[in-house]
């Protein structure tokens, strides 16, 4: 391990510390340093592309969390990423898990993850899903639509009732995108509140004496940047909650927020701190609950990029550069199958290389992938040096979210590892995918 001096930060883009996490320093040679590991470091003995977890930005950003809403449960969104240190992670700092398959509900379950802990969510849950929620015993069930209701009640063989919860609609649009608003009508999650839709799930739910309703549940959308969306949410659930109170006789003891809370992805990013979204969504709710004369519900919020997206960074290899109908390529040999967000979303990304200082003039530089897509661009119009040249590393914050979590094995590369760092040391959490994970999988003939 190379030692890592104390030099002043001199990083540009570390001059809007959300980008990178807190711990990043730049190190000997053009070098930066996360977890007190320089990130040529890893390249060299993981390989790339590889994924960078900073553990402490991690555990304190959940810590954040919990300071923010002190009388909440913050429950941590397993889809944004999750692998078994991460499960353990969470339980050690006190959240609970937010999860939406049989598959992340094993992993909890394999590190003895508490299962009262456990959100359980999906708009179409699998057999194996809800049978496996049922047997490890989670929490709550978030219901998502009608016909599951006396599907899973007909599967309640315990003792106890199960709890559960109903996602409902309450027409806001927010997010940062189209395809990442779900608080508004016409998409697939939730039942509308405006339409009647929610109140018939929850009288039909009050009629199954093997569930028992504790609260409502929303998620607005992701990479919301302004607290107002999640007060405007608690007002239209709340006065929803009355109106329950008032034709079914029922006080709902619990309000589930659902995550969204935005990163910097760009340097002057907006991005509120948890504490600032905590302050605004507790006065509403004190000042709506006081309008209805309800009693304060207990809170969840389930934070899933807000805690991981700034702890990760992406490192990838330069393979080929050039320069072609006006524009400057850097490829890197990873891309869209490490991570679909610019595709999908069209998300933007600073990137920085690292490992060798340049004295060259900088320029605009578009770095794409290697997959066979036009589409397989990872940031559009980013400076680089001039002589960014094959073999440079080249680093990627902001990556700790939504980007291993949703790689794939397109072309047949192989899904990148994941090296988590703290306190001058990395140690691997997921190793890369190998060819023989590919054969393996291919039985036919
Ligand atoms: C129900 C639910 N909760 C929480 C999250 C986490 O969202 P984010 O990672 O944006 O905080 C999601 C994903 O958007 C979700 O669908
Ligand atoms: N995967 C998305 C957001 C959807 C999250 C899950 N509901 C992203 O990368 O931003």
Redesign the pocket.
């Known amino acids: 391990m190379t030692a890592i001096p104390a030099v002043p930060v001199s990083i540009p883009e570390l001059a809007a510390p959300s980008v990178w996490p807190v711990s990043a320093v730049s190190a000997p040679g053009g070098d930066v340093a996360v977890g007190g590991v320089p990130l040529t470091e890893i390249a060299e003995r993981y390989g790339t592309p590889a994924y960078v977890l900073d553990e402490d930005e991690v555990r304190s950003r959940a810590r954040a969390w919990l300071r923010a809403l002190p009388d909440a449960e913050v429950v941590y969104?397993a889809?944004?990423f999750v692998c078994r240190a991460v499960v353990d992670w969470m339980e050690q700092e006190g959240l609970g898990l937010?999860v939406?398959s049989a598959g992340e509900l094993e992993l909890a379950a394999v590190r003895g993850f508490p299962a009262e802990r456990i959100v359980l969510?999906g708009n179409a849950k699998s057999p194996e899903d809800l049978r496996t929620a049922l047997r490890l015993g989670v929490g709550r069930i978030?219901i998502d639509s009608d016909c599951e209701i006396a599907r899973l009640a007909a599967q309640v063989t315990g003792p106890g009732a199960q709890q559960v919860m109903v996602?409902v609609l309450p027409g806001i649009e927010a997010g940062a995108h189209a395809k990442?608003r779900?608080g508004a009508e016409g998409q697939k999650?939730g039942l509308s509140i405006a339409d009647g839709d929610a109140e018939d799930a929850i009288a039909r739910i009050l009629g199954q004496p093997r569930l028992e309703l504790t609260g409502l549940?929303s998620?607005l959308?992701?990479?919301?940047s302004s607290p107002e969306p999640y007060a405007q949410n608690v007002r239209r659930v709340v006065a929803f909650m009355a109106r329950i109170r008032e034709r079914h006789g029922i006080t709902l003891p619990e309000l589930d927020l659902?995550?969204?809370?935005a990163v910097a992805y760009l340097p002057g990013d907006p991005a509120p701190l948890p504490a600032a979204y905590g302050r605004r969504i507790n006065d509403e709710l004190v000042r709506s609950c006081a309008e209805f004369d309800y009693p304060l519900p207990r809170l969840t919020v389930?934070?899933?990029?807000?805690i991981?997206a700034p702890a990760g960074i992406a490192l990838y290899r330069v393979l080929a550069v050039k320069r072609t109908g006006g524009q400057v390529f850097v490829a890197v040999d990873g891309g869209m199958s490490d991570n679909p967000r610019p595709a999908l979303y069209g998300a933007r990304y600073t990137v920085r290389l690292v490992g060798r200082a340049s004295a060259a003039p900088m320029r605009a530089t578009t770095v794409v992938g290697r997959h066979c897509e036009a589409g397989d661009v990872l940031a559009e119009a980013v400076e680089l040096p001039e002589d960014v040249r094959p073999g440079d590393v080249l680093a990627v914050p902001a990556s700790g979210?939504?980007q291993v979590s949703m790689a794939s094995g397109y072309n047949m590369t192989r899904r990148p590892p994941v090296v988590a760092v703290s306190g001058g040391r990395s140690r691997l959490l997921v190793r890369r995918e190998t060819f023989d994970d590919h054969r393996s999988r291919d039985v036919g003939l």
Request: aromatic content about 10%; overall charge positive; proline content about 3%.
């Open positions: 969104a889809k944004a937010d939406c969510h978030v996602r990442i779900t999650f549940h998620h959308g992701s990479q919301i659902g995550g969204g809370f389930e934070p899933g990029r807000s991981m979210a939504y």
